[in-house]
């Protein structure tokens, strides 16, 4: 049986033409793997939530631009762009929050333009099957350089565990939310392997469950010592001495350092400081947002009422009509935490800006 850490939440296949995701909206009671062909199904995978977490969007959106222009018959050059502009477009609106979906389309982009001049003058089929070659190669490259990230991370995050840590970690920032291990989770993994046995306690996340149905499954997959608890039993176990650090992910990170993250990470965030427990936030510096001055300059995604009222239940659990809120992160203030965990280094909130 394959472990978890060699599954590929997202891949594109061998001859570029499918992207290949799990659809995390199953698990964890069935592991199907989907080949999309299409932007329009790349963009509802990822708005359903077949396909989440701030790296793993930044990896669909590159896999994803360069499967459908692999995919697209063009007869001309200028043919060809403006369905790589029209596809860029469309899913870079597919979800707002996490920066890296964004990212990783301007990045193709970049890509396209610099091939774009190296084909100036040649016939349109040969330039356009080279402008191909190189975004494939440019959107694996990114999903490598995620690799690497992600154990740099990782390695980072372990520094700050003992044998048999308690972690509480939120929603999931594991090896499903990115190429491999994870940021927030892949330090568990990494204390594992040394033999720390670390104690994970994770927060089920309301209302769509990815701590219960993604950070639960994959490290119980792994044999990671992993204990299910409710969201509103964090500060009970902080209370009780069963939590030596907090860790979560982030979607993106304001120039004050102020850090977006699944709705309830704040609350984990207060709650720590209560305790005296340190809280970080894991994440690659690309999470790192200069456009945005603060965290309330962030847009945070609102999602559908019917996930907080009837997901996940055999019939709806609150009265037919009732006004829902359901923002699908919130902002973690710089001054909460201890540190954001990065792949340049464990760092202070306010030294994020002097990151070269
Ligand atoms: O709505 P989701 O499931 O995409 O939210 C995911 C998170 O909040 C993760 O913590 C974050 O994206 C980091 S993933 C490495």
């Given at each position: 049986?394959?472990?978890i850490?060699?599954?590929?939440?997202?891949?594109?296949?061998?001859?570029?033409?499918?992207?290949?995701?799990?659809?995390?909206?199953?698990?964890?009671?069935?592991?199907?793997?989907?080949?999309?062909?299409?932007?329009?199904?790349?963009?509802?995978?990822?708005?359903?939530l077949?396909?989440?977490?701030?790296?793993?969007?930044?990896?669909t959106?590159?896999?994803?631009?360069a499967?459908?222009?692999?995919?697209?018959?063009?007869?001309?050059?200028?043919?060809?762009e403006?369905?790589?502009?029209?596809?860029?477009?469309?899913?870079?609106i597919?979800?707002?929050?996490?920066?890296?979906?964004?990212?990783?389309l301007?990045?193709?982009?970049?890509?396209?333009?610099?091939?774009?001049?190296?084909?100036e003058?040649?016939?349109?089929?040969?330039?356009?099957?080279?402008?191909?070659?190189?975004?494939?190669?440019?959107?694996?490259?990114?999903?490598?350089?995620?690799?690497?990230?992600?154990?740099?991370?990782?390695?980072?995050?372990?520094?700050?565990?003992?044998?048999?840590?308690?972690?509480?970690?939120?929603?999931?920032?594991?090896?499903?939310?990115?190429?491999?291990?994870?940021?927030?989770?892949?330090p568990?993994?990494?204390?594992?392997?040394?033999?720390?046995?670390?104690?994970?306690?994770?927060?089920?996340?309301?209302?769509?469950?990815?701590?219960?149905?993604?950070?639960?499954?994959?490290?119980?997959?792994?044999?990671?010592?992993?204990t299910?608890?409710?969201?509103?039993?964090?500060?009970?176990?902080?209370?009780?001495?069963?939590?030596?650090?907090?860790?979560?992910?982030?979607?993106?990170?304001?120039?004050?350092?102020?850090?977006?993250?699944?709705?309830?990470?704040?609350?984990?965030?207060?709650?720590?400081?209560?305790?005296?427990?340190?809280?970080?936030a894991?994440?690659?510096?690309?999470?790192?947002?200069?456009?945005?001055?603060?965290?309330?300059?962030?847009?945070?995604?609102?999602?559908?009422?019917?996930?907080?009222?009837?997901?996940?239940?055999?019939?709806?659990?609150?009265?037919?009509?009732i006004k829902?809120?359901?923002?699908?992160?919130?902002?973690?203030?710089?001054?909460?935490?201890?540190?954001?965990?990065?792949?340049?280094?464990?760092?202070?909130?306010?030294?994020?800006?002097?990151?070269?």
């Amino acid at each position: 049986m394959k472990s978890i850490l060699e599954y590929d939440s997202v891949e594109l296949s061998e001859n570029g033409r499918d992207l290949i995701i799990l659809d995390q909206s199953l698990l964890p009671n069935e592991e199907k793997f989907l080949h999309l062909t299409s932007a329009e199904q790349i963009f509802y995978a990822i708005t359903l939530l077949k396909v989440r977490g701030a790296s793993a969007l930044g990896l669909t959106g590159a896999l994803g631009l360069a499967m459908c222009m692999n995919r697209f018959e063009a007869r001309t050059m200028a043919e060809f762009e403006k369905e790589f502009m029209r596809v860029k477009r469309y899913l870079s609106i597919s979800r707002p929050t996490a920066v890296n979906l964004v990212w990783g389309l301007d990045r193709m982009e970049s890509c396209y333009y610099r091939s774009r001049e190296v084909t100036e003058g040649r016939p349109a089929a040969e330039a356009i099957s080279y402008i191909q070659d190189q975004l494939t190669t440019e959107a694996r490259t990114i999903k490598l350089e995620d690799v690497k990230m992600c154990l740099a991370i990782s390695e980072y995050g372990a520094s700050l565990l003992k044998p048999g840590s308690g972690i509480l970690t939120y929603c999931n920032a594991g090896h499903l939310a990115v190429s491999r291990y994870g940021t927030a989770l892949g330090p568990i993994y990494y204390a594992q392997q040394q033999g720390y046995m670390p104690k994970v306690y994770a927060c089920e996340t309301r209302p769509m469950l990815q701590g219960a149905r993604l950070t639960a499954y994959e490290l119980n997959k792994a044999g990671v010592d992993v204990t299910l608890i409710c969201d509103n039993m964090a500060s009970d176990v902080m209370a009780r001495g069963k939590i030596d650090v907090v860790f979560f992910g982030c979607d993106r990170i304001a120039a004050n350092g102020d850090v977006a993250n699944k709705v309830g990470s704040s609350m984990l965030a207060i709650l720590a400081r209560h305790y005296g427990i340190p809280c970080y936030a894991l994440g690659p510096t690309g999470m790192l947002d200069p456009s945005a001055p603060t965290g309330s300059d962030i847009v945070i995604e609102e999602r559908p009422s019917f996930e907080v009222t009837d997901m996940y239940y055999d019939k709806p659990m609150a009265p037919k009509g009732i006004k829902v809120y359901n923002p699908a992160f919130d902002i973690t203030p710089a001054g909460l935490l201890t540190g954001i965990i990065t792949e340049k280094g464990i760092i202070t909130p306010d030294k994020l800006g002097t990151l070269k």
